[in-house]
């Protein structure tokens, strides 16, 4: 695989082949595209694959407009599971048939394209930006000059940033919000829809962060039974071996990020009554530069930490069904 020529981020690279492989009706794999425009005029597409009837439904999103590896992973797992190679043309790795005849997968390949239009790199590679220049640019430019907040909601009126980061999602003349943190965002309505309409039994989120790759457990863990709790470990552990295979550095054990700090609290709160249960899984791929060392984050890197995490989830949820 050249992950070069295997990555798509922008959503005016993407949503066109998207949109192509929609018009192309094969028996042998069933297709469903839905969108959602933003309030700017962007459209949110969820792609959904696989077996309508299957039990077992997975939801794969990515909310973070600076993040967009999730998204050229999203797009190169779907081009493989529909046309039985990558987007280069090479075999794919995905175990394509067992996926089309037992799984229901929907992606969201970016639940944010108003912020990842803003974005002026397809990706961040450590190459042209230290780590403080990549989050200015993610999250903004306060009034004062220094990085700006991270909030769930603000309004432009009260901060007057200098600059808005491409994180946030504009929803009214004023009101700014994080996708995954307000309800009030076109990722929290999309969500909505989709859990109404079809019922999943996984989630998966994807993310960047600027250090080793990590696999972050929901913020109502503790609450779960040993059951579930178990379950969700051997998901986070076919994840980590996964990436261990690939030689990547990892933080050994899943964690709940945030823990005792208000963000977890805004995590609850966004999933409380929607998602309540176990198996819900997120993941942190490497961006831009290594926090500790400094060390550039490749493409290829970042392509592959992410296609497999969704190789390793695949391949798990097959043994357990």
């Not at 309508?52 to 967009?68: S, W």
């Not at 986070?236 to 700090?261: N, S, T």
């Amino acid at each position: 695989m050249d992950a070069r020529k295997c990555w798509l981020s922008h959503p005016n690279e993407w949503q066109p082949i998207v949109r192509q492989w929609a018009q192309t009706d094969t028996k042998e794999l069933s297709m469903k595209v839905r969108e959602w425009r933003q309030v700017t005029g962007e459209q949110i597409l969820a792609i959904t694959v696989g077996n309508f009837n299957a039990k077992t439904r997975l939801l794969i999103t990515v909310p973070h407009a600076h993040e967009p590896a999730g998204t050229a992973a999203c797009i190169d797992a779907l081009c493989q599971i529909i046309t039985g190679v990558h987007l280069d043309g090479t075999k794919a790795d995905l175990p394509i048939d067992k996926i089309r005849q037992r799984l229901l997968v929907t992606f969201v390949p970016d639940s944010n394209p108003q912020g990842r239009s803003r974005s002026p790199e397809r990706v961040w590679d450590g190459s042209k930006y230290d780590n403080d220049e990549f989050l200015k640019i993610a999250f903004g430019i306060a009034a004062d000059g220094s990085r700006f907040g991270r909030y769930p909601e603000w309004r432009y009126s009260e901060h007057k940033p200098k600059r808005v980061g491409i994180i946030y999602e504009q929803i009214d003349d004023d009101l700014w919000v994080e996708p995954n943190t307000s309800r009030k965002s076109s990722h929290s309505k999309v969500l909505d829809a989709l859990l109404a309409e079809d019922g999943y039994t996984h989630y998966l989120e994807l993310h960047q962060h600027e250090t080793d790759e990590a696999v972050l457990l929901p913020a109502w863990f503790d609450d779960l039974p040993e059951s579930e709790q178990a379950k969700l470990g051997e998901w986070a552990q076919a994840i980590l071996m996964g990436w261990k295979k690939q030689g990547f550095q990892v933080q050994e054990r899943p964690y709940i990020p945030y823990r005792g700090q208000e963000r977890q609290k805004f995590f609850r709160d966004f999933w409380r009554g929607r998602w309540d249960g176990g198996n819900w899984l997120c993941v942190e791929a490497r961006n831009n530069r290594h926090a500790k060392t400094g060390e550039p984050t490749s493409l290829e890197h970042q392509l592959v930490a992410m296609l497999t995490v969704l190789l390793s989830t695949f391949e798990w949820l097959l043994r357990v069904i």
